[in-house]
């Protein structure tokens, strides 16, 4: 049972352009949603993250969206620049949860100079 | 160092033996997390220690699996009688606290035989 799902295993943008990064989550008792960037050989880091009361949250080149009726967030990158070559997973929680993170399965983006 | 520490990095190990893997978190984090990534999978929760609290153990898969965290800082993951399945990259993160921000060491790498 995935709740947390990111359905496109890979995604190659042009350097300059937007990076959009979708995710989808069943379990409507997540009220916390995180992206987690991951570099080979590296553990994943914090990217940003959203509270379920809001819709936008904005840090620098990166936007994440939260649309709660299609359950569905999506991660923006603009302009995108090869350093964000990573897999990007996307994570969700429960208040009751704590921190305990479902993760999605992560895209692995591609930024082409 | 100042970041979560994981050992080994890499574990060849043949069917039914056992593993240990340690993980120190970054001092004075009072959460700890283990999580796994199987191959082409999202992240999966295991087990987390906060504090002196009883655990959550919900995450692990089977009863091969245990982990202990001594004196509230070090934790071992402990997997008996390895199965092929069991080959993964074993993630553990520390936080301040249950609400705070996770920060995930490099993992450690298992291979079953």
């Known amino acids: 049972d995935q709740q947390v799902k990111q359905n496109s295993p890979s995604l190659s943008v042009q350097e300059g352009r937007i990076s959009i990064l979708n995710c989808d989550y069943t379990?409507?008792?997540?009220?916390?949603f995180l992206w987690y960037k991951k570099y080979p050989a590296e553990g994943p880091t914090f990217l940003i993250s959203?509270?379920?009361?809001?819709d936008k949250n904005e840090d620098g080149r990166f936007t994440v969206f939260l649309n709660k009726s299609a359950k569905h967030l999506s991660l923006h990158i603009v302009p995108s620049q090869p350093g964000d070559s990573a897999v990007y997973f996307c994570?969700?929680?429960?208040?009751?949860?704590?921190?305990?993170?479902?993760f999605g399965q992560g895209t692995r983006l591609t930024i082409n100079p | 160092g100042a970041g979560v520490s994981q050992s080994p990095s890499n574990k060849v190990t043949e069917k039914g033996k056992d593993v240990e893997l340690r993980c120190d978190p970054i001092?004075?984090?009072?959460?700890l997390y283990w999580y796994r990534q199987s191959l082409g999978q999202g992240l999966e929760f295991l087990i987390y220690?906060?504090?002196?609290?009883?655990?959550?153990k919900s995450g692990l898969p089977s009863d091969r699996f245990s982990a202990e965290r001594t004196g509230g800082s070090v934790s071992t993951l402990t997997i008996q009688r390895t199965q092929q399945e069991d080959s993964a990259v074993y993630l553990c993160?520390?936080?301040?606290?249950?609400?705070?921000?996770?920060?995930f060491g490099e993992g450690s790498r298992l291979t079953v035989l």
């Open positions: 993160a520390s936080s301040s606290g249950p609400n705070g921000e996770l920060f």
């Open positions: 379990n409507s008792m997540f009220d916390y």
């Open positions: 959203i509270s379920s009361i809001k």
């Open positions: 994570a969700a929680s429960a208040k009751s949860g704590a921190q305990k993170l479902v």
């Open positions: 001092s004075g984090h009072t959460a």
């Open positions: 220690f906060q504090g002196n609290s009883a655990p959550d």
